[in-house]
């Protein structure tokens, strides 16, 4: 045997000396290296009791057929091996059987459709497959954080369109009330712009865009010849009989979105990875290419499940029934916000509300880990709550370029993918925020 040889890293009783590698020039963008938001307010790190209404993931599993579908079809052997690139020809037919309609066209399951490794992956790949370096992609903020990184991986170049927040909340104050200046969106436009990414409903602020407000940027997206990409995730979860409005349907438009979709959004299984975008076949077609080399495929077993999902949802009236669920965790919630004079703007679509918490004031020597230092007031009024009340919920600054910040530091976001009681307790506890209001 060797005397010099290496166990475990050791050499001879003395630590090896971990050879150091130099990071790629990417990993220093797109805030790739800095701590994430979801990495702060993480159980790990909050008191052991704390309520999450942080991070936006159910705490209830997928429906019962669905979970079925998933056991079945682990029990084939197809489904335990690759499938298509494209995605398992199931699910491109269900997919097709429940969008066509929506998209007033009959969906094209080889050229038109594509599944991909959740709607995040997707969205990586158009990417992979559009941006040239130094290409602009429009954002509206506040953003899907994942966005950002996923564009500079690609050498794009983000440019940012603030969503304005109503100045004043009254009781009747909608998430309709954040609205773009469409001058600021103009401007924004250069000879640089390749894309401008919509999302509605949007997270965080549940915003629904009007059919006014997509057609203007659907105008700027024709007069410009700019990809449009539409995130349409929470599809499935609009409230009070607000209208999904999907900007590919407007006259033009077809040819130049690409609208994402996820399982995971409308089934309640986030951690299945499964997702799916429909568009022009110029824009699918080198999608696939790209997510082929990206990942391969996506996993076989819950795209057969997902399908069983979208083929079953209207006969058993799903939708329809998750939307009521969802709208009385949103009115729950609402109603602890309403006692306790939280000031906010009820959301018409996906499952998140911002709450203005610039009444919250911190005692001066309040103690405050290092990872908090140096961010958004919302950071801190963030950890604070959390400490104090036992509920978390996401700072919106983190939503915003540096720039812009201030617009969202003023928020926090919550999170009502939750159950009833879950629902009800964190409200409870809310109601001691009343004490750290600052004296008027
Ligand atoms: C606006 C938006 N887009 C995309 C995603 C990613 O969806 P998926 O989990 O299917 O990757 C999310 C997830 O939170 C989201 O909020």
Redo the contacts with the bound molecule.
Sequence with gaps: MSTNASTNGVTNGAPQKAPQFALSSRMSTGRAMSLDVWSIFNAANLPADCINLGQ?YMNFAPPQWVKDAADASLNTVSANHYSHPKGRIRLREAIRDHYSKDFNRTLDVENEILVSS????G?YAVWVAFCEPGDEIILFEPY?D?YLPSITFNHGVPVYVPLHPPTNFSDKTTSDAWKIDFDELRRAITPKTKMIVV?TPH?PVGKVFTEQELQKIADLAIEHNLIVMS?E??DCLLFDQKPHVRIANLPGMWERTIT?G????SFAC?GW?V?WLIGPQSLVGPTLAAQTRIVFCTNSPLQEAAAAGLEEAEQRGFFKKQVEEYQERRDVLLRYFDEVGLKYSTPEGSYFVLADVSDVQIPEDYPFPDMIKGRGRDFYVGWFLAQELGVSTIPVSEFYCDEHMKIGERFLRFAFCKDLDTLHKAGERLRGITKFYKKK
């Design positions: 936006g959740g709607a995040n992956e969205q899907f994942q999302n997270n995130d995730v929470y994402v996820s399982a995971g959004k986030t990875r997702g």
